[in-house]
Structure formats: structure tokens, C-alpha cells
């Protein structure tokens, strides 16, 4: 089957046939768009006016609560009724009410002004309660909705609107009095999600029939109890839909023949030069990588045709480069291997780095520098091949731009010129952070070349994942002897280490004491505050341990909420005085985020040789001291005896 051929196929496939179905999915669509139209705008209209409501009442409510702090309230429930009717002017006076309703606590009016009972037309109700003789007295404030604010929401959007008191028309755009039909029997929708959006129905006034959809008005904000309803006509919801549905199938059908002409002229268009192109590439695959290709056109299938001529080159000129770096490519990754087997050793991993380089390379001079961190042991160290290369301060112009590529202010792989010397520098990433970085020197005998460049940039990816081996084995064994809360060690540390100082001071005839701390009704912070304050909590505690011990003391988390202190070379009585320190260290401690948690912690002391001379005596009889401090009302340092 020709080309020309599946183009056509392919056209009607993937155009005609689908704009088919498009357009009788979109008849059906666009004949109801016209109903979703004003769906959306009563909804639309719906929630607005809620909002206007809530807020005509949160605002007679608040005036009305302003009011009564100027007024004499007294007067209303224990003054004469004079006295009351005064107050009673002033509260409508200065809160614009035009009724005013005062109850007692048993709920029987004591005075109405301005309004009847059962109001008409409903109004917008605010209810504050006063302290009084017998319980709560209730003064209800009353004035007219505001009308001309709902009207300008719902006429701006064609909408009709009416409030309604037993599904009958009290004030809107619909003839007052009017009843309403077709209205659900369990009642208007509730709303949805807490929002102002209701489902539609059908109502009926008379014989005319609308699309409706209403919200009621909370009791606590009108008198008596109304529902806004919102409407449009079924005739003029029907209309719009026609005129949709029209306007959409002249626009569908005048696409559709645009679509028809244009894939006849691209079809006729794109054969001729792929041929072109197709020919061109069979020669490609026998060798023939010099074959021009004439394609004039200007459109992507010329753009086509020169980017394959240009390709061609490239790969004629590439195999060159190829050729000529492929030795210096298979050395640099025979020491690879080197590079990542030096696994244990930062210094020996950088020494190899460098040295992989600048065989592999042929530079002048190379320099590898890590980057120190804040974890034991990751200090910052550099290598430099040959040795006596980077001097003079050349070192520290090398050290000087393999921070700048590793924090980006220099591009890896910019060429640097100076005195005859290009200078380019790779950053050893890993996981988007510099751990290093390689700094290689070039001669004019041997320029900076891209075959150069992708070397040093392979090394410097292979030394990266090595250097973060490294790192990682650290990690473990950190992990292994220490607690990933407090960052304190744990109880395998302390059990492996108290031997060892025991045996010291048994060697050398020296004290050693041991504390157990443990925080008093620790529980109670993790019930009261969450567990996420409990571990604030006990991060706080172990800063406070580590602020007031000496450096050759041994701070580990024994478990739980409980510590423990080593002291080598230190008695019972100097010992006690520590704990004693800590305890009011920890006794002192306050959250940023939890401000209200205290604490207190117990502590209990045992000394070698006095108390005992085996480690797990020690530690027992460390134990026994502090439940003697917590059997003695908490919050105290008890040695053992």
C-alpha cells in the first residue's frame, strides 16, 4: 500500500472519524448546556444572596451587640416601663431595627415594639442574651431584608427570585402572593459541603413552569422562618439550549470541511519529499553517508531534510572523534574499578581519582577536593597529581574553583584561560549535592577537548557514587551505636564501653560513678501534648546532659525516658554534684513550640569501688538509688547506700 494511500487512511482514522462522534456528542452536550447555563447561574445567584443574608444578620448582630453595651440593660429587666421603653428607643434608634422583642427566661413576651407577632414581610432577626432575674432574657432585634440588594444579584443575571413563607411569594421579582407548586415534599435540599448550592426542580406558578433550586434561611436570622428561592422560565431555558445547539453544529460543520481540504493538500504534499528522505537513509545504512537531498520546501519536512544533512556530518565527524578518544575512553574506565573499590578510604579514593585523570586525559595537572561536613570523621581533604604541581598559590586557585562549580557560581565543564593554561573543573554530585570536585589543568600541547571533558565528567560521577559508599558505611556504623531520636548513644554503646572504663579504674586505682536519670510522669506529656512533644522533649533533655558534662563523660540513652551518665575518674560526692546540676538543668527546660510542658527528671548514683565492681552491679545499683528518689516524692539526686 503506497504512502498517499495510508495518509488517507490515516486522515480518516484519526480526524474524520472522530469528528463524527465529536459532533453527536457534542449535539447532546450543547442541547443541555443551554439548562447548565442557568443551572449555574441560579446556584450562582443562590449563594451570593445567602452570603448578602448572613451577612445583613451578622451585621444587625453586631450593632445590635454594640448597642446593648451603651444601654442600660438593667432597665429592661428590672426597670419601670418607662425607664424600658427609653432603653428600648435607644436599642432601635442606634441599630436601625424597626422591631424590637424582649422575653424572660420562661420565654414569655415582655415587650414588643415596632412589629407584630409573625411578621410581614419577614425580617432579619439578631437574638442576644442578657443575665437576668431567674436565667436568660432574650432581646430579638428586627428589620426588613434588603430587598434591592438580592434584586441587583439576581436581575444582573436574568434570574427571577422571591422569598417565600409556606412555599407562598412574601417580596422578590415574582407576584407577590403567589404560590409555588412542584416543590419536593421532604423539603428543600440541604446544602451541600456547608455552601449556598442546591439542587434544581421544577415549580410551577399558575400554569407557567421554571427551572427553581432554593436554599432555606436559618430560623436564627429571620422571623419567621423563610426560603429564598431562585427561578428562570422552562421557555427561556429551552431557547437557550436551541440556540446553542445551532450555533455548535455550524461551527463543528464548517471545521470539519476545513479539515477535509487540508488533509488532501497535506497528503499530496509530504509524499514527494519523503521519498527524497528515504532514499537518502537507504544509502545511510550502506555507508553512504555523502548523499545530498534536495528537498526545497520550507515546512517541517525541509527542516527534515536539512537536519539529515547536517546529521550526516555530524556522524562523519563524530566517528573521527571516536576513534581518536576511544584508548583514552577504555583507560579511564579500567580505573573505574579502582575508583570504586576504594570504598574505605577517602584519601586512597582521591589519590586514585587523580591519578585516573590525568593518565587518562593527558592534563598538565589535576587536583580532586572533598568537601568536609559536620559528621565525624568527613573532614574536608584534597589530592594533587603530580605533586609539586599546584604551588605558588596555584592550589588555592584550584581549591577556589572547585567550590565555585560545586555551588554553581562556575558552569562544569567552563574552560578557563590564563598564561597559556585552560582550566575545567566537573563537581562530584550525588543526589543533587556537591561532594567535590575535579579540577583538571591543560597545556597548549594538549588544549581541553570534548573527549577530555566527557572523561573527567565520567570520573567525577564514578568517584561521587564511591565517596557516598563511603560515607554510607560511616552511616551504618554510626547508626549501630547510637540513638536516631536523641543523637545521644545507646545502651549497646554503653554496655561495649562501661567494661573498658571499669577495667581502667580497677587498673589505676581510680573512681568511676554511674547516674540513672529517669523523667518523672513522662506519660502524662505524651497524653496531654501528643508524642510529637515528647520527642521535643526528650531531644531538649539530652541537650542539657551534653551542655553539663565533661567531655570524657559518657551520655547515653538507657531507654525509653530514661538516661544514664558515666563519669570515669570521678567519686560519688563530685558525682551527685553533677547530677545534681543536671536535674536543674532539666527542670529549667522550655519548648518553643510547647511552652506549657514541664518536666522533672529523678536520678539515681552508684559509684566504683564503693557501691560495686562488676559493670551490671553498677548499673543495677544505679537503679535501685533512683527508685529510692522516685519512692521519695520525685524530682531529686539519691546516691546508693
Not at 378 to 401: D, H, V
Not at 607 to 619: A, G, I, N, V, W
Request: net charge negative; with cysteine; hydrophobic share 40%.
Amino acid at each position: 500500500m503506497k504512502l498517499h494511500t495510508k495518509l488517507y487512511l490515516f486522515f480518516a482514522g484519526t480526524v474524520l472519524l472522530p469528528l463524527l462522534v465529536v459532533t453527536v456528542a457534542a449535539s447532546i452536550i450543547l442541547d443541555r448546556s443551554g439548562a447548565e447555563t442557568y443551572q449555574g447561574r441560579i446556584q450562582s445567584g443562590l449563594a451570593a444572596s445567602s452570603a448578602i443574608v448572613t451577612e445583613q444578620a451578622h451585621a444587625l448582630d453586631a450593632s445590635l451587640q454594640g448597642s446593648l453595651q451603651e444601654a442600660d440593660t438593667g432597665s429592661l429587666i428590672i426597670g419601670d416601663e418607662t425607664r424600658r421603653q427609653a432603653t428600648i428607643a435607644y436599642i432601635m434608634r442606634t441599630t436601625g431595627a424597626q422591631g424590637l422583642v424582649l422575653k424572660d427566661p420562661s420565654g414569655k413576651v415582655i415587650t414588643r415594639s415596632g412589629v407584630a407577632q409573625g411578621s410581614h414581610p419577614p425580617q432579619i432577626a439578631a437574638t442576644v442574651r442578657l443575665a437576668g432575674p431567674g436565667g436568660e432574657w432574650q432581646i430579638t432585634a428586627m428589620k426588613p431584608f434588603d430587598a434591592d440588594a438580592l434584586n441587583k444579584v439576581f436581575s444582573s443575571q436574568g434570574i427571577d427570585w422571591a422569598l417565600l413563607e409556606s412555599g407562598m411569594v412574601t417580596i422578590g421579582s415574582l407576584a407577590e402572593g403567589a404560590g409555588i407548586q412542584g416543590i419536593p415534599a421532604d423539603g428543600f435540599p440541604a446544602r451541600n459541603d456547608d455552601t449556598a448550592v442546591a439542587e434544581t426542580f421544577t415549580a410551577a406558578i399558575g400554569e407557567e413552569r421554571m427551572m427553581a433550586a432554593a436554599l432555606p434561611v436559618a430560623d436564627t436570622i429571620a422571623d419567621p422562618a423563610v426560603t429564598l428561592l431562585a427561578g428562570v422560565p422552562s421557555d427561556t431555558v429551552g431557547a437557550a439550549s436551541t440556540r446553542a445547539l445551532e450555533a455548535g453544529l455550524l461551527m463543528m460543520l464548517g471545521v470539519a470541511f476545513l479539515a477535509v481540504t487540508l488533509g488532501l493538500f497535506l497528503a499530496r504534499n509530504i509524499t514527494g519529499p519523503l521519498r527524497k528522505l528515504t532514499s537518502a537513509t537507504a544509502a545511510g545504512i550502506e555507508g553512504d553517508l555523502g548523499m545530498d537531498i534536495d528537498v526545497r520546501s520550507r515546512d517541517e519536512i525541509g527542516n527534515l531534510a536539512t537536519s539529515f544533512s547536517l546529521m550526516q556530518t555530524s556522524i562523519r565527524s563524530y566517528i573521527s572523534e571516536l576513534e581518536e578518544s576511544r584508548t583514552q575512553m577504555l583507560l579511564a574506565l579500567s580505573y573505574a574499578g579502582d575508583i570504586l573499590g576504594s570504598t574505605t578510604d577517602r584519601e586512597r579514593l582521591i589519590k586514585t581519582t587523580a591519578e585516573a585523570a590525568r593518565l587518562a586525559t593527558g592534563a598538565s595537572g589535576i587536583w580532586v577536593q572533598l568537601f568536609g561536613t559536620d559528621q565525624p570523621g568527613e573532614k574536608a581533604i584534597s589530592a594533587a597529581t603530580p605533586r609539586g604541581y599546584f604551588s605558588n598559590g596555584s592550589g588555592e586557585e584550584a581549591e577556589r574553583l572547585a567550590k565555585d562549580v560545586a555551588s554553581g557560581k562556575a558552569a562544569a565543564g567552563e574552560i578557563r584561560s590564563s598564561n597559556s593554561l585552560e582550566t575545567v573543573a566537573y563537581p562530584l554530585m550525588h543526589d543533587r549535592k556537591a561532594l567535590g570536585a575535579i579540577v583538571a589543568v591543560f597545556d597548549h600541547d594538549h588544549p581541553v577537548e570534548d573527549s577530555r571533558k566527557k572523561i573527567l565528567s565520567s570520573l567525577a560521577m564514578q568517584a561521587a557514587s564511591a565517596v557516598e559508599n563511603v560515607n554510607f558505611g560511616e552511616l551504618q556504623r554510626r547508626l549501630a551505636i547510637t540513638d536516631p531520636l536523641t543523637g545521644l548513644y545507646n545502651f549497646r554503646y554503653l554496655s561495649n564501653n562501661l567494661d573498658r572504663e571499669m577495667s581502667t579504674s580497677q587498673r589505676y586505682g581510680r573512681d568511676l560513678s554511674a547516674a540513672i536519670l529517669d523523667l518523672d510522669d513522662f506519660k502524662k506529656v505524651n497524653d496531654t501534648y501528643g508524642h510529637q512533644a515528647g520527642d521535643e522533649l526528650l531531644k531538649a533533655v539530652a541537650r542539657v546532659l551534653m551542655a553539663n558534662v565533661r567531655q570524657a563523660d559518657m551520655v547515653t540513652r538507657y531507654g525509653g525516658e530514661e538516661f544514664s551518665v558515666i563519669f570515669p575518674e570521678t567519686s560519688k560526692e563530685f558525682a551527685l554534684k553533677v547530677s545534681e546540676k543536671l536535674r536543674r538543668g532539666v527542670a529549667g527546660i522550655r519548648l518553643h513550640d510547647y511552652p506549657e510542658v514541664r518536666v522533672t527528671t529523678s536520678i539515681g548514683v552508684a559509684s566504683y569501688p564503693e557501691d560495686s565492681e562488676e559493670q551490671t552491679d553498677l548499673l543495677m545499683k544505679a537503679d535501685q538509688a533512683l527508685y529510692r528518689a522516685k519512692e521519695s516524692g520525685k524530682n531529686r539526686c539519691v546516691p546508693y547506700s
